[in-house]
T-cell receptor, first 115, second 113 residues
Framework: EAQVTQNPRYLITVTGKKLTVTCSQNMNHEYMSWYRQDPGLGLRQIYYSMNVEVTDKGDVPEGYKVSRKEKRNFPLILESPSPNQTSLYFC??????????????FGPGTRLTVT | DAKTTQPTSMDCAEGRAANLPCNHSTISGNEYVYWYRQIHSQGPQYIIHGLKNNETNEMASLIITEDRKSSTLILPHATLRDTAVYYCIVRVGSSGGYQKVTFGTGTKLQVIP
């Protein structure tokens, strides 16, 4: 089954304790992205990756790191989490259709709480 | 990418057509209009996209005005399962690749029995 998986789905942690949220897709998609969702603010893009070893900042990259060493995986790293990073996080991937148009497939989300 | 404006919320009676508007008055000639929806706190789901012509698929129809400054997503026979937040976004399609995407806050559609 074609899908985007995220782990963990739920995480409660403390300020300053490094954590990684994993994202994996099995569709051989070149493009992957991370979003965060907060009440009243909609979905905001954190980082995206056009392909292996190619990443770039989205609208809210501060406090996050990413890496793309393999095509299928795109982990999100919080080196020193803070309470303002408490949010619902989504990973997405997409492919190219005719005419270079991209539709994104989203993972189920990771709910992170930083105390 | 162009900015979009959507109503915060809308209601629709079950079985009737739901028409969700989106304003993208600053859209450029090579920017596509995409629609996604998010049911509760699940991951957003792609619905449909278009450039100039009206589009239809098994989920919905997309009507884009001739000047491309606005569009309407039509769910022809809304059901309770269509209750969701609907996002309209515009982005550039280019051979250079895919760039950052702005979703905004969307329209909360409530389908009423």
């Amino acid at each position: 089954e074609a899908q985007v998986t995220q782990n963990p789905r739920y995480l409660i942690t403390v300020t300053g304790k490094k954590l990684t949220v994993t994202c994996s897709q099995n569709m051989n998609h070149e493009y992957m992205s991370w979003y965060r969702q907060d009440p009243g603010l909609g979905l905001r893009q954190i980082y995206y990756s056009m392909n292996v070893e190619v990443t770039d900042k989205g609208d809210v990259p501060e406090g996050y790191k990413v890496s793309r060493k393999e095509k299928r995986n795109f982990p999100l790293i919080l080196e020193s989490p803070s309470p303002n990073q408490t949010s619902l996080y989504f990973c997405a991937s997409s492919f190219r259709l005719a005419g270079e148009i991209y539709e994104q497939y989203f993972g189920p989300g990771t709910r992170l709480t930083v105390t | 990418d162009a900015k979009t404006t959507q109503p915060t919320s809308m209601d629709c009676a079950e079985g009737r057509a739901a028409n969700l508007p989106c304003n993208h008055s600053t859209i450029s000639g090579n920017e596509y209009v995409y629609w996604y929806r998010q049911i509760h706190s699940q991951g957003p789901q792609y619905i449909i996209h278009g450039l100039k012509n009206n589009e239809t698929n098994e989920m919905a129809s997309l009507i884009i005005t001739e000047d491309r400054k606005s569009s309407t997503l039509i769910l022809p026979h809304a059901t309770l399962r269509d209750t969701a937040v609907y996002y309209c976004i515009v982005r550039v399609g280019s051979s250079g690749g895919y760039q950052k995407v702005t979703f905004g806050t969307g329209t909360k559609l409530q389908v009423i029995p």
